[in-house]
């Protein structure tokens, strides 16, 4: 049996020692992590690789936290996105949660164990939004056999009916026609 991919970890600030220090904290974990210290830099790149999970710094010289977790979520829309900050507001936190639809706002410095339990937390959920969106298309798919199985149902009773109702004695044998029922 293969073992499935690691998970990818797309870590964004615009201080290279962050990075480096998310890298080292999360690779532990047997994840891929993959740095940059420019968002738009990343955002210009020809060939993303799946992304599973993104931190973001909050704020950076070419754009924000927020405005690149937006872009991120037209990029990886499955993506789950955690914000990092030294400097946290109210009003950053509320943009960050109603537009980018941050999972977490972490400040920093963060505590290692603090950021893998984040990281896990995440990844699970992205984990269990997959496995329900199969679940829901699967479902999607039984529901229109269903509908087509009920709508031939209907089309031979009004052909023949009667056709689908079928009688029974006391025992739950079915009854054929022209047979007695108290045989």
């Given at each position: 049996m293969t073992q499935p991919a690691p998970y990818?970890?797309?870590?964004?600030?615009?201080?290279?020692?962050i990075t480096r220090a998310l890298q080292r904290c999360l690779q532990r974990q047997g994840w891929q992590v993959i740095t940059r210290n420019s968002p738009s830099a990343y955002l210009q790149e020809d060939d993303y690789l799946p992304i599973d999970l993104v931190i973001?710094?909050?704020?950076?010289?070419?754009?924000?936290?927020?405005?690149?977790?937006?872009?991120m979520k037209?990029?990886?829309?499955?993506?789950?996105?955690?914000?990092?900050?030294a400097h946290?507001?109210?009003?950053?936190?509320l943009q960050a949660v109603n537009q980018a639809h941050v999972f977490r706002?972490?400040?920093k410095p963060?505590?290692?164990?603090?950021?893998?339990?984040?990281?896990?937390?995440?990844?699970?959920?992205?984990?269990?939004?997959?496995?329900?969106?199969?679940?829901?298309?699967?479902?999607?798919k039984q529901q229109k056999i269903l509908t087509?199985?009920?709508?031939?149902?209907?089309?031979?009773?009004?052909?023949?009916?009667g056709i689908t109702e079928v009688e029974r004695d006391l025992d739950g044998y079915i009854v054929m026609l022209g047979e007695d029922p108290n045989f």
């Open positions: 990818r970890i797309l870590c964004v600030d615009d201080e290279p020692a973001a710094d909050y704020r950076m010289p070419q754009m924000s936290g927020v405005e690149f977790l937006i872009q037209k990029v990886h829309p499955d993506a789950v996105r955690v914000m990092l900050s946290a507001d109210f009003d950053g936190v706002f972490m400040m963060w505590q290692d164990d603090d950021l893998i339990l984040t990281a896990t937390q995440a990844l699970k959920l992205k984990a269990l939004t997959l496995e329900n969106n199969r679940l829901a298309d699967q479902m999607r087509a199985q009920d709508q031939e149902l209907r089309r031979l009773e009004l052909e023949h009916p």
